[in-house]
Every structure is written in C-alpha cells, then in structure tokens.
C-alpha cells in the first residue's frame, strides 16, 4: 500500500507564549479523498476507513497545538491566550509535562510529523495546561473533549498493537472523559463557565452537535464508564445522568431543529439508564 501526504507543515511559524520558542504547526490537508467517513459511534465519534491512497488518517491527531521545546499545548483559538503569570508557572512545569509524555513513550518529540502517539499525548498535555488558561477559554470544557479523544485514540491504537495496554490508557481516559462532562454541565448551570464560548463543541471535528451533545455525553459517559463498585453512589449518578439526558428527549419533541441522530441516541440511553435503574430497584 502506497500512503499519500495527509498533512503539511504550516509557512508562519508559531511563537509559544511560555517559552517564546518558534516553531511551525502540522496541519491536517483536507479532501482528495483523504477522509473516507465511516459510522458514527455512540459516542459521538466519527470512524474513517482506511484508504489504497492514503492509509489510516486519524484527523484528530491535529488539533492541538503543541509547543516541541516546552510542551505547553492548548487548542489554535486559545493558544496566546495565557497571562504572564500563568505562563511562567507553566514554564516552571516544562518538565512535569515532558515526564507525563515519557510515561507514555519516551521517543515521542513534537519536532517531527504526527502519529496516533503524539495525538494521544498532545490531549493528555492538553489536559494539564488548561487547568492554567482562563475561564473564558472555556477550560474545563477542554479538558473533556481532550480526555474522550485521548481516549478514542488509545484504542485506534490499541487496534494496531493489541498486546500494549493501550486499551487500559483508553479506559482512564473515558473515566477523566465522565467526570470532566458532568463537571462541565454543573457549571454551566451555575455560570461558573460557559462551554458555548468555544463556539463548536464537537465532540469529534465533523459535526457540531452543541450543548445538547455535552448533556448526551455527560449521560452516556457515566453509564458506560462510570464506578461500579459502589452500587449505591452509581444509583445516584446514573439518576443524574438521566435527569441530564431527559433534558434532551425533553426538548426534542417540540424541537425540529435538534440533530435525528442525537435525539434517537438520547432516547435509547435514557432507556438503558431506566432499565438499570429497575434492576437496582433505585427507579423512584
């Protein structure tokens, strides 16, 4: 199989705001067949078939913006947008980052082109220097979607190399996925933050499904990787995250503007959640 050039190196070069190191973006190149689409996942995440062009293209491999001096990263629109105090702080923790990075493969280096490690890492880095960015960048809202990409790209991974444990990594991610979720509607609620600042709330990079895909994720998350262990605190938040997903089976039948494929995925999980919850005998 012969692959053809699925991204290019970007003309400007890029100054990072914690370390004033230069360098230049990867970017994903679009069409000519490149992005063959397959099926959507209950989750939101759309699959790509693999190519005799071009291969395996994983587009969210890009996104990130990740700085190969320091490894300070952060999402194209919030990139510059960190204070001279939160930047120094950020610099003082270049090695922690480097270390997080090591701990999943030393050979990693953001000088040379992408792969599904590099992607991996630059969301978990990703989830690390938004805890300094300001709310207005939405950070926590960041830090979920960063999470569940993490981990739909550990289990490409892991479908290439099935003997790495890289579907355990998947795991940890989708718990931190669950928990920065409902983290992000509780604030929403309060105004703490507002993820509709982003603009395009994904969760993948084809289709925007807004803040009723947050409420539908919130829910789903903490159904399919949600603590089980404790069958009492799961009672309660599955009640939660039904509540969360009603919200959208509510709206939507007076809604004929709300995605089929969102409102029918919602439906479904509102069920599922109901009928674990009879089993529970917690359904009151």
Known sequence: MTEGKVSFIAKNATTCPVCDGEFKREELLTGGGRMNAGDLTDELHRQYLTTGKFGD????????????????????????????????????????????????????????TRGLKEGIASY??????????????????????????????????????????WD?????????????????????????????????????????????????LAGLLEFKYGQRANVYERG???????????????MGKSSKAKPGPLLESSRDLHKRIKAELDGMGMDA
């Open 168 to 216: 355990y990594l998947a795991q940890v991610f989708y718990r931190k996925a669950a928990f920065f979720y409902s983290l992000v509607v509780e604030h929403e609620e309060t105004g703490k933050e507002q993820a509709s600042s982003v603009g395009n709330l994904g969760p993948d990079i084809d289709n925007n499904y807004g803040f009723d895909g947050v409420l539908y």
């Open 124 to 165: 978990l880095l990703a989830l690390s220097c938004y805890e300094k960015l300001p709310v207005e960048c939405a950070p926590t809202f960041r830090q979920a979607v960063s999470a569940l990409r993490a981990g739909w790209l550990c289990m490409d991974y892991h479908k290439k190399v099935p003997d790495q444990n």
């Open 57 to 112: 293209v994983y587009p969210l491999i890009y996104p990130v913006t990740v700085c190969p001096n320091c490894f300070y990263a952060a999402y194209v629109p919030d990139f510059d947008q960190v204070s001279p105090t939160k930047a120094d702080e950020l610099k003082h923790a270049t090695g922690d980052r480097k270390n997080l990075v090591k701990n999943i493969d030393p050979e990693i280096s953001f000088h040379e």
């Open 236 to 250: 309660i938040k599955l009640k939660k995250a039904r509540s969360t997903v009603a919200r959208i089976v509510g």
